[in-house]
T-cell receptor
Framework: AQSVSQHNHHVILSEAASLELGCNYSYGGTVNLFWYVQYPGQHLQLLLKYFSGDPLVKGIKGFEAEFIKSKFSFNLRKPSVQWSDTAEYFCAVIFNNAGNMLTFGGGTRLMVKP | GAVVSQHPSWVICKSGTSVKIECRSLDFQATTMFWYRQFPKQSLMLMATSNEGSKATYEQGVEKDKFLINHASLTLSTLTVTSAHPEDSSFYIC????????????FGPGTRLTVT
């Protein structure tokens, strides 16, 4: 069955540290890939998305993600995190045989220590 | 642009009563809306896909008679939790896809339901 997995459930970093959150999916066909962020008490916001083209996509707030098709991965990165990046991060995938249905990963809770 | 609202944002009801949650796309038309459920510290689980003018498509394990979905217009979908029980307490989130054909979904702020 198609699935999305985020291996890091909880990540704690100090400010200015670099961040990489893993996202893998299981599906051999075409995908659309998304990263969402949910700040405490707020709703989901789109950080970035990949549909086609350059596999390195840049999003808001200094985030970027790289689609590596051979590894079925779409990892999220940020070179230097800030305390305000404390939030939960969700990877989501639309599998092309599933209409427009988003399948979410389990989420990664990031805490950045000031 | 692309704002989705939900009402109410928070509701407490007694066991056995029904609760209606509204999801509105404020500045675009949405042929398709989605309803998710999020338990504390967990990810979003898709409950159903709501299509304007037709019956909703429910995911496996979601009781369609308990979670009634109506998508009566291109800007409004409602989720009614019938005969609510404490185990229905959760965070319900809707999203909407622009009818213009963009794949991206826009999320509402969510509704926290507590059943006592």
């Amino acid at each position: 069955a198609q699935s999305v997995s985020q291996h890091n459930h909880h990540v704690i970093l100090s400010e200015a540290a670099s961040l990489e959150l893993g996202c893998n999916y299981s599906y051999g066909g075409t995908v659309n890939l998304f990263w969402y962020v949910q700040y405490p008490g707020q709703h989901l916001q789109l950080l970035l998305k990949y549909f086609s083209g350059d596999p390195l996509v840049k999003g808001i707030k200094g985030f970027e993600a790289e689609f590596i098709k051979s590894k079925f991965s779409f990892n999220l990165r940020k070179p230097s995190v800030q305390w305000s990046d404390t939030a939960e991060y969700f990877c989501a995938v639309i599998f092309n045989n599933a209409g427009n249905m988003l399948t979410f990963g389990g989420g990664t809770r990031l805490m950045v220590k000031p | 642009g692309a704002v989705v609202s939900q009402h109410p944002s928070w509701v407490i009801c007694k066991s056995g009563t029904s609760v209606k949650i509204e999801c509105r796309s404020l500045d675009f038309q949405a042929t398709t809306m989605f309803w998710y459920r999020q338990f504390p510290k967990q990810s979003l689980m898709l409950m159903a896909t709501s299509n304007e003018g037709s019956k909703a498509t429910y995911e496996q394990g979601v009781e369609k008679d308990k979670f009634l979905i109506n998508h009566a217009s291109l800007t409004l979908s409602t989720l009614t939790v019938t005969s609510a029980h404490p185990e229905d307490s959760s965070f319900y989130i809707c999203s909407a896809r622009d009818s213009a054909g963009v794949v991206e979904q826009y999320f509402g702020p969510g509704t926290r339901l507590t059943v006592t």
